[in-house]
């Protein structure tokens, strides 16, 4: 390859992190990341967003609070430069809008000046985030027609000032300050002298998006005091003042969700915490992912290979778990045979995640029982078992009630293990302090074996929190353990756990607003 084409191949994607939210960030964005070698982000960007990019992409960080940087902007413009004259395809991602005050017109300006082509993918700047976030309209017919987004990083004293506060007081519209939280007496009280009246309502928003977002309404000349006092408030923060910010508390949503201010440490395995982490953030948690048990293939194959070559020859096929059923009907798939191997073969599953497990391959669960647990599901199949043939398909370890059961009631019953489950061995450092020092409000406690993990990984602190439980299985393993569990899910399903902690969970309906 020449240099030439290589170098062509090379580009830079300007894109919008949004303010926070790993969610607000647009479609393109992703697209970008997906492709990237390179990542260079600002430390404002939610590391969460990082996900996004492929496991081998390189991931640089600029600096970190306080505006310190680790990097000059000549230093980043020419690693720009250099990484995309290699052929790397590089994303530059920017918290909110790559071109709200985030010096996008320098690092395209040198790249246009080497031929290097790049892209700007739009973000959500905060101040459009903010007023979404705290219920402000930013617009509104009858008062405030336009919106001016304005730094309050400009000491109003000096000497060559580019922001005229007289012009600013007369804008007839909302006044969007970003950056002005430690310089927020200055720009306030150069607002006022300039005649905004000092009554004007203000809203300061801090970490907007983020599940500690924090929203205060007061007056202008209460600004500085505010961000000041009673705890000094670290930026990001951002500060809408206007007619705008006094109306709309009524509007407020994002502090008013039942769960705001919750944090719930979930701790299922990997992609399996995808559903309740996204029912959990809807509801205004704070999701901390920290699985206890990994999912994997099974110890040995040839078993379940052996069984799918037999599927004909059973009455019924048993699944007590997602994983099982995902394991089991992919091996299948995969292997030369097809779905039809099922076809004389009823199906049975604990609760209706397994149903709905099967669902997403078409199949449809004869049974499941009212009470989604094995001596229930047991209880459902033992009327029709004699001398029927069972297939069990299991997790490398679990309880063997079911077997038992079956078996008790004249049943044949094979099992085969299709997934291995093997408990985490540490937790995340950060994850553990923060549960020793009492920062996480719960934890849930989605079977047995998570249960034991738990107490493996963070023993006595686990106490910490308040444990919600799967179900009375899931409560009597955590009462053997020393645990008691706080709640205990009524439909023994994740959902039901959801359900348990937003009934016990004080109603978080009464207002942030300090
Ligand atoms: N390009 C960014 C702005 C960068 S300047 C954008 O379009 O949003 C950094 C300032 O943005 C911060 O000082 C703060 O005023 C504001 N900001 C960024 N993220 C924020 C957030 N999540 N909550 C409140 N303000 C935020």
Redesign the pocket.
Known sequence: MTDEIRHTSGRVFFV?AG??DPKLITLRGVECLRRADVVIYDY?VNSQILSHARPGAQLVCLGNHGGWRTWTQSQVNQRMVELAQQGKVVVRL?????A???RMAEETESLARHGIPFEVVP?I???L??ASYAGIPITHRDFASAVALIT?HEEPSKSDPSLDYEVLARFPGTLV?????TSAEAWTGALIQAGKPPDTPAAI??????PDQVCIRCRLDEVAARLASPAKMA????VVVGSVAGLTEPLSWFEKRPLFGQSVMVARPGEQAGTVADRLSELGAEVIAQPAIRISDPPDWRPVDDAIERLESYDWLVFSSVNGVRYLLDRLLASRADLRRLGGVRLAAIGPGTAEALATFHLRADVVPDEYRAESLAAALAADARDKRFLLARASRGREVLAEQLRGAGAIVDQVVVYSSTDVASADEGIKQRLAAGGIDWVTVTSSAIARSLVAMFGEELRKARLASISPVTSATLRELGCEPDVEAQTYTMAGVVEAILQTTTRNSQKRWI
């Open positions: 919008g303010p926070g404002l920017k918290g909110g809008d790559p709200v005050f985030a973000g700047t905060a101040a985030a903010a309050g300050f970003y950056m002005g939280v928003v801090r970490r907007c998006s983020f930026p990001p923060a951002i």
